[in-house]
């Protein structure tokens, strides 16, 4: 009998790092316009901030709550996705 090992981890999300993307994105980018500008101090301190301002935003929830946080909570006119039905209606008759 052969024993067929599947990888645990096909949901972890990708790293860059040792963090998730979005969340190493959010430090590299600062980082990388003070060094482009020479003003490394100035993008490290703004990638720190950035990278702690979006964990905290993140949350355990990850991109798909932040997203359904700005369905429920954003005016339909400022949303992305204008297609997707009102979330201020609490009753639809058909």
Known sequence: MR???VEQRLQDTPRFL???VD???AAALPVGFGLLTQHL???LF????SFLIWKRLKGEGGIPKLLALSYW??????RLWK???DSGVST???
């Open 83 to 85: 297609s997707l039905p």
């Open 23 to 25: 969340e190493g994105l």
């Open 73 to 78: 909570y954003s005016p339909r006119d400022m």
């Open 18 to 20: 040792l963090v998730p």
């Open 41 to 43: 101090v100035p993008g």
């Open 92 to 94: 639809w008759r058909g």
């Open 46 to 49: 703004l990638g720190v901030l």
């Open 3 to 5: 024993v067929i090992r």
